[in-house]
């Protein structure tokens, strides 16, 4: 083996050493909590951070180690810390490194949670945000502050589907010295791996299309390697020594992991979101057949875009594969592939006509996840986004006619005999 | 931590521990393109253990400012400048730092306790390939670098520590270099004739870790550099690559342990 894997082999391989004692072809399932030291002089490396191994399963686990290691060779990063969902993923790569004092620079656009995460219970801790349209580049650039410390966004953003110009951003980020996180979930690293575009840090929920079976919550951390921490001095939790270790400097010894060590030797040590074995393993079994259910959605949903974009009772859609889409073009730039499985769309007779054709949908299913093998369907005004105020959802893009479809993997005929019998009950508010 | 040589700044871990030259020093050298963080599951556990460790960035390299050093026998000098009053000095080296260490051994002999190879041969020749892309295109230099450097394990992106792509991290650290380090290490490679010469002058302990799966490095180079050592210790780690301190750091780490802690014992 010389050459570099590719995607869809690092999809079933990577991470995985095979069971040397019984040779099991799949990852086993490490479900305990705690592991047996051979001797002390081991045990206190690893505590010490002076060799890999594990301890204890709320900071490392051999069956999530599988999982961190295929998500970062998948997405090109150098290391990734996986936690018990996306939002703890979220919540810990952003305390890794922000403080009392500190401020983020954010899009607009985002799962419902990521914007109440900021608006609401970050600034408890002293951490600010600034949100910014994301079509507009400049007004990324007007809302830095002398204290910001990240820039955080969607690549695709939800549920508009704006798609943010990586490149542009990360140029700004880097002119700052400031890193540019980016939640990567709607995208997946088959569709868009961010750090070729100059992202520093990715965030997923692997509850939605990497684990794509919707049996298992999960988030990961993925650390890019390629923010230099140490330049500016602004990032002390990294480059500085870190006295419950020893007095470790993270930077100095980790270089391009130092980040994700951080999170390991503190969040996941003094929070403790940690994965499940189990959780882990299910979402092995999504992540092996990645492509082949990504490439499957993108089928699909270029399907059901010519059926909607046709159909009488709908008043728009929005899809950034769509020429319409003001986003258009950077679709084309970062996700050739296609441009993700969400779907918008607004039904004839607003709110009243949503909620019957939502109602009268027999497959598709009225729940609030996205990414499932299973197409979902669902009104964000009341159910997502239900908590955010009315300039936030406004800022969002977000409808009182609005549908949001996360397009699944069904036949696609099926789909749209299910769609038929919505748009029937939905006629009479038309 | 930082310090100035040749009027230049120099950076070197001390694996977490201030530096004491009250100890016995262990000083460790990486290889082509990399920096000091390939020694990091070695380093630190020598610095808990007694020992002053410095994990050296050649210049232009990663922290150390550059430019990068040209040849095999100014990087030996260059180290000499750097340990300074310095002596009983463990030395460990990974692929190209042990031809650093075989000139510097031969140069300064007095100074050295023992010395640790790992993988590495009398003479590192370079394609010409490899050569043209370090100096033309260097992304396509390092993936060359990574590509054949790491073993299986490395490209599976399996590793020791847990969430860690050995594969990816080393790609980026050589990514973090000044642009012209990769080549001038290559060209220094390249350009060393003296391993001949140099290894048998060398008069501390010897130990050679080879690698049962390396690429880089052919086992014919290390046989030969191997009859030229006075009496080396020999030890091969079958499923490594030739980034043994990642790929296998803790069968190296077992393997420096037990050749420092005789020959150079902390208290």
């Known amino acids: ?430 | 931590m930082h310090f100035e040589v040749n009027g230049k700044q120099v950076f070197a871990t001390t694996g977490g521990k201030p530096f004491d030259n009250s100890r016995p020093v262990v000083i460790f050298l990486h290889g082509s393109g990399f920096d000091h963080t390939v020694w990091n599951l070695q380093s630190r556990f020598f610095a808990f253990r007694n020992y002053a460790v410095l994990a050296l960035d050649l210049p232009g390299h990663t922290h150390s400012e550059g430019p990068p050093l040209e040849s095999i026998e100014s990087m030996a000098d260059w180290l000499n400048d750097v340990v300074n009053a310095l002596d009983n000095i463990s030395l460990v080296a990974h692929s190209q730092g042990c031809l650093v260490a075989l000139e510097f051994g031969s140069r300064y002999p007095e100074r050295l306790r023992s010395m640790s190879l790992v993988t590495s041969g009398l003479a590192t020749p370079v394609n010409d390939v490899l050569l043209g892309a370090a100096k033309e295109d260097p992304e396509a230099a390092i993936a060359m670098m990574t590509g054949w450097g790491f073993g299986p394990a490395g490209h599976l992106h399996q590793g020791p520590i847990p969430g860690n792509s050995m594969v990816t991290g080393g790609t980026k650290v050589m990514r973090g270099n000044t642009p012209d380090a990769l080549a001038a290490d290559l060209n220094a490679c390249n350009s060393y004739r003296n391993g001949k010469q140099a290894a048998p002058r060398i008069r501390c302990p010897v130990q050679v870790i080879v690698a049962g799966k390396d690429r880089m490095t052919p086992r014919k180079a290390t046989d030969e550099l191997i009859a030229h050592l006075h009496k080396p210790e020999v030890a091969v780690i079958p499923e490594s690559g030739h980034i043994v301190p990642q790929e296998a750091p803790n069968q190296c780490r077992a393997l420096l342990r037990q050749f420092i802690f005789s020959n150079s014992p902390a208290t």
Request: with cysteine; net charge negative.
């Open chain 1, 1 to 430: 083996m010389s050459r570099f894997l590719n995607f869809d082999t690092l999809s079933l391989h990577a991470g995985q050493v095979v069971d040397p004692e019984f040779g099991a072809r799949a990852a086993p399932i490490y479900q305990t909590t705690s592991y047996v030291f051979p001797d002390t002089d081991t045990a206190s490396s690893i505590f010490n951070l002076e060799r890999g191994g594990h301890a204890y399963s709320r900071i490392t686990n051999p069956t999530v180690g599988v999982l961190e290691q295929r998500v970062a060779a998948l997405e090109g990063g150098s290391a990734a810390v996986c936690t018990s969902s996306g939002m703890a993923a979220t919540f810990c790569a952003i305390t890794a490194i922000l403080g009392q004092g500190d401020h983020i620079v954010a899009s607009t656009q985002m799962y419902g949670g990521n914007i109440s995460l900021m608006k609401n219970t970050l600034p408890r801790f002293g951490i600010t945000t600034t949100f910014f349209d994301p079509t507009d580049v400049n007004a990324c650039r007007e809302a830095i502050q002398d204290n910001t410390k990240l820039i955080y966004g969607e690549l695709i953003g939800n549920p508009g589907l704006d798609i943010l110009d990586l490149e542009a951003i990360a140029a700004i980020g880097e002119e700052h010295n400031i890193p540019f996180m980016v939640d990567a979930t709607f995208n997946t690293p088959y569709l868009c791996r961010c750090f070729d575009y100059g992202a520093n840090v990715t965030v997923h929920s692997l509850t939605k299309w990497m684990g794509g079976h919707g049996v298992a919550i999960g988030g990961v951390i993925v650390d890019g390697g390629n923010f230099d921490w140490g330049t500016s001095g602004k990032y002390p939790t990294i480059t500085e020594p870190y006295a419950p270790f020893s007095g470790i400097n993270l930077w100095e010894e980790f270089g391009p992991s130092a980040f994700a060590t951080r999170i390991r030797a503190e969040a996941m040590r003094d929070i403790g979101p940690s994965m499940s074995p189990m959780n882990a393993f299910l979402l092995l079994q999504g992540i092996e057949t990645l492509s082949l259910r990504m490439d499957k959605h993108m089928a699909n949903t270029m399907e059901l875009l010519d059926y909607l974009s046709d159909h009488e009772q709908v008043s728009w859609v929005n899809h950034p594969s769509l020429p319409s889409h003001s986003s258009h073009e950077l679709a084309k730039k970062y996700l050739p592939k296609g441009a993700g499985s969400i779907v918008s769309f607004g039904v004839k007779g607003g709110r009243e006509a949503g909620k019957a054709f939502i109602e009268n949908c027999e497959l598709a299913s009225h729940l609030a996840n996205v990414g499932d093998a299973k197409t979902l369907v669902i009104h964000p005004a009341t159910t997502t986004h239900s908590r955010i105020d009315a300039d936030a959802l406004a800022a969002a893009g977000i409808t009182e006619d609005m549908v949001r479809l996360s397009v699944g993997l069904e036949d696609v005929a099926d789909i749209k005999a299910d769609f038929n019998n919505g748009f029937r009950a939905a006629k009479r508010f038309a």
